[in-house]
């Protein structure tokens, strides 16, 4: 792998620029995601060939075969002077382009990552399945690595990860850190699920439960013994406990229900919201703790009543997604329409801030 100079130029911007996304498109100049809104830099469009070449510049050679005979990779690439950045190769009308996400070079604190207190009681768990939840880009991953990083800086135990790909490289502290990445390491996430299992892990990290036998080995996972921590792309808790469930068929159904009743003990939903001054981006956060009326509505296949749990809750640290967009908005962290925007329930969320005084008119 020789990266370009042409593609060093564009990666060392995108760390001084701060951008979480870079976007290589033929027919357009490099364009950058900085604090939620696409940038293009100031450079002449890039050409077809362009791109092919700044893509193949990132991947050894047993990648490019994989994207060819697949038509889509995601990896991993580290330069000396720039970091680790996370690569996603796709075409388009018969031509590669990607796009990268600067990967962190060091793992923030829970203040600084805004995370409520309670994942720390979530991370110290021996057991259970514990949930990250959310739209893309929206920190899933750099949750799911705090978790890591306090529990290796705090058990003496065997943590295995299967990533796609691996982000952050975690070193050893108390614990032994096995990092496993999709397509280099492991053929799938199930297939490897199954394998870890045989290695004698006390914490299992999952990337992401995308299918049935993933989903299903990991909540087999979490009832004999290990902590489970996965991430998924749903908005909310009580649609993420509904996806989960509708992955399977009618008649394996009332055992999945049975087995997240008794397993599942936490779920995060996340959203990055731009903030009032446009220069970064805050995070708010939906917290559903399973206690015993949560595994009962559960068990009863009643999950939206879940939101009854949380807001009954918040003396446990539950909340809404609603109330930590009203308290971003009331601390003229974020604007109204973002407030209203990113809400659940916009006409509520209306309500409260007309309720509590502090409408801010757009």
């Known amino acids: 792998m020789a990266i370009t100079t042409e593609m060093q130029r564009i990666l060392s911007l995108a760390r001084r620029s701060n951008a979480s996304d870079i976007h290589i498109v033929a027919g357009l100049p490099p364009l950058f995601r900085i604090h939620g809104e696409i940038i293009l830099a100031d450079a002449p469009p890039l050409s077809r060939q362009d791109s092919k070449r700044m893509c193949y510049s990132l991947l050894q050679e047993e990648q490019i075969r994989i994207f060819e005979q697949e038509w889509m990779l995601c990896c991993s690439v580290f330069h000396e002077s720039f970091g680790r950045f996370r690569v996603s190769i796709y075409y388009q009308a018969g031509n590669p382009e990607m796009a990268l996400r600067p990967v962190m070079d060091q793992i923030k604190t829970r203040a600084e990552l805004r995370l409520p207190v309670q994942i720390?009681?979530?991370?110290?768990?021996?057991?259970?399945l514990v949930l990250i939840t959310g739209p893309t880009g929206c920190g899933k991953t750099t949750t799911l690595n705090y978790m890591i990083d306090l529990i290796n800086s705090e058990r003496r135990c065997k943590i295995i990860t299967i990533e796609d790909p691996v982000e952050y490289v975690h070193s050893q502290k108390k614990a032994i850190i096995i990092q496993q990445e999709l397509h280099t390491d492991v053929k799938s996430f199930a297939k490897a699920l199954i394998h870890v299992l045989r290695q004698d892990p006390d914490v299992i990290c999952v990337g992401e439960m995308r299918d049935l036998d993933t989903t299903a080995t990991a909540l087999t996972s979490a009832e004999t013994g290990h902590l489970v921590i996965a991430t998924c792309h749903t908005p909310n808790t009580f649609q993420t406990i509904e996806r989960i469930v509708s992955v399977f068929p009618d008649t394996q159904q009332p055992q999945i229900i049975a087995q997240l009743a008794n397993s599942l003990r936490g779920v995060l939903a996340q959203?990055?919201?731009?903030?009032?001054?446009r220069k970064k981006r805050v995070l708010a956060t939906e917290l559903l703790l399973v206690d015993a009326p949560a595994q009962r509505h559960i068990r009863e296949h009643e999950f939206h009543q879940l939101l009854n749990v949380i807001q009954t809750g918040r003396r446990k640290g539950m909340h809404t997604l609603d109330d930590s967009l009203l308290e971003l908005y009331e601390a003229g962290e974020i604007t109204y329409e973002s407030a209203?925007?990113?809400?659940?329930?916009p006409s509520f969320m209306k309500d409260q801030i007309i309720k509590k005084g502090t409408l801010d008119e757009p």
Not at 120 to 128: N, P, T, V
Not at 271 to 277: E, K, Q
Not at 340 to 345: F, G, R, S, V
């Open 120 to 128: 720390e009681d979530l991370s110290r768990l021996s057991s259970g």
């Open 271 to 277: 959203r990055l919201i731009p903030s009032a001054d």
């Open 340 to 345: 209203i925007n990113n809400a659940t329930h």
